[in-house]
């Protein structure tokens, strides 16, 4: 990131919705790192209070408990905001299909409230967590943004709409957006409790308690695993991006190489067993195949290099490396 952009960062006033979320809170931490002025909203819904703690006291740092789904929440969080990160969402494939209703009050609703929002209060560019999901049965690999399927959950609906919503409010309201389709997010802060908590965190502290993880499938499964630093770059990128032609479109946020169940569980052993050699030998067990899910998932990020100027630094080696290193000094 050069001086100008920098500076940029610097001078802006920026929302994060889901701050006290795992993308939220690292995205809030790493803003006022850059200098910038960040208020966050969240209702902890998913989110935790101890996300906040080493920012709570910032100067910098204005937190709201709102609910995207009363717009006066929105409305009270965008004041003044020059950028939007919206974060806040009710994510999970098997979440939704348990509970569509309110996966859609919130992802739909509560989207279109912060649109709304964003919109009255003049604010420069919204950019938003869109999903991997979206591409749906589509069986092309690696996944290129304009050629997607139809959703296979109905949170991969609800993350479609957004895109749509986004591109209505530029056309119809001349509000800028940045849609971000992140794939199978990890790292520091992200939660390993609850029904629907992610893979990698769920089976570190799985591993941690010599409990044998249970692969959905026969493990044959691949993702576009990404690590959270990843992430906050791609938004930073599209924070500070004066390419016109950047604007208004939707990226692949990844790092563009696919990991099998299988080998993922081999990695983290490797990972592990530098802590603690026992957890060699922990079994993992095998279940069946979840509903609404996507057998492989491949990103190709020549879009957002080409236009952002993205360059992911950290692959899934290196990143399950830190992520790894966290949960056991923080979660052991």
Not at 75 to 104: M, Y
Not at 186 to 207: E, L, S
Not at 210 to 237: A, C, H, K, W
Request: one cysteine or more; charged letters at 25%; glycine letters at 8%.
């Amino acid at each position: 990131m050069n001086t100008k952009q920098l500076e940029q960062l610097r001078a802006a006033k920026i929302l994060v919705t889901g701050a006290a979320g795992f993308i939220g809170s690292n995205l809030c931490e790493t803003l006022l790192e850059k200098g910038s002025t960040v208020v966050g909203l969240d209702n902890f819904a998913t989110g935790h209070k101890k996300n906040l703690l080493a920012i709570q006291n910032n100067p910098k740092f204005t937190f709201i408990e709102g609910d995207i789904r009363n717009l006066s929440d929105c409305h009270k969080a965008c004041e003044g905001v020059d950028f939007i990160l919206h974060q806040a969402a009710l994510g999970s494939v098997p979440r939704s299909i348990n509970d569509p209703i309110t996966s859609n009050d919130v992802n739909v609703g509560g989207f279109l409230n912060m649109l709304v929002a964003a919109r009255d209060a003049g604010a420069k560019r919204f950019i938003y967590a869109a999903s991997s999901s979206t591409y749906g049965d589509s069986k092309s690999l690696p996944k290129v943004e304009e050629n997607i399927g139809k959703p296979l959950s109905p949170y991969a609906i609800t993350k479609y709409v957004n895109e749509l919503y986004a591109d209505n409010f530029k056309k119809t309201y001349d509000l800028d957006t940045v849609g971000l389709r992140y794939f199978n997010v990890f790292g520091r802060k992200q939660d390993p409790n609850g029904a629907y908590a992610a893979v990698i965190p769920k089976f570190v502290m799985q591993f941690m308690k010599y409990e044998s993880p249970v692969i959905n499938g026969d493990g044959t499964f691949s993702r576009d695993f990404t690590y959270i630093d990843n992430v906050i770059q791609m938004n930073l990128l599209a924070i500070v991006s004066d390419k016109q032609d950047a604007l208004n479109n939707v990226y692949n946020t990844a790092y563009g190489e696919r990991t099998t169940l299988n080998e993922l569980v081999t990695l983290l052993k490797e990972n592990l067993t530098e802590f603690d050699a026992k957890i060699a030998n922990v079994d993992v067990s095998k279940g069946p195949e979840r509903k609404g899910d996507v057998p492989h998932s491949l990103a190709s990020v020549d879009k957002a290099k080409e236009l952002l100027g993205y360059n992911p630094e950290f692959d899934i080696k290196t990143g399950l490396k830190e992520a790894v290193k966290w949960y056991w000094e923080n979660l052991k």
